[in-house]
């Protein structure tokens, strides 16, 4: 499945280097059926795009058309 979106690392402004990793996106990306948004803490944005990817792949393997 083709996904598309955006990631990030945010700073909380609590501890120094405290971050907050998030993705938000789409798939197929060809022809949207499904959204996501996957916000970690004390973490950065390839983790959370990893964890959506996993997320949204085993959605994909469930959905009926």
Same mark, same amino acid.
């Given at each position: /499945? #083709? /996904? +598309? @979106?955006?990631? @990030?690392? +945010?700073?909380? @402004? $609590?501890?120094? $280097? #405290?971050?907050? $990793?998030?993705f938000v996106g789409f798939a197929p990306f060809d022809k949207p059926t499904l959204a996501i948004c996957v916000q970690i803490e004390e973490s950065g944005g390839s983790v959370a795009s990893e964890v959506a990817g996993q997320i949204l792949e085993r959605t994909a393997a469930l959905t009926v058309e």
């Open positions: /499945i #083709e /996904i +598309a @979106g955006k990631s @990030g690392t +945010a700073m909380t @402004g $609590g501890r120094p $280097g #405290e971050t907050i $990793g998030w």
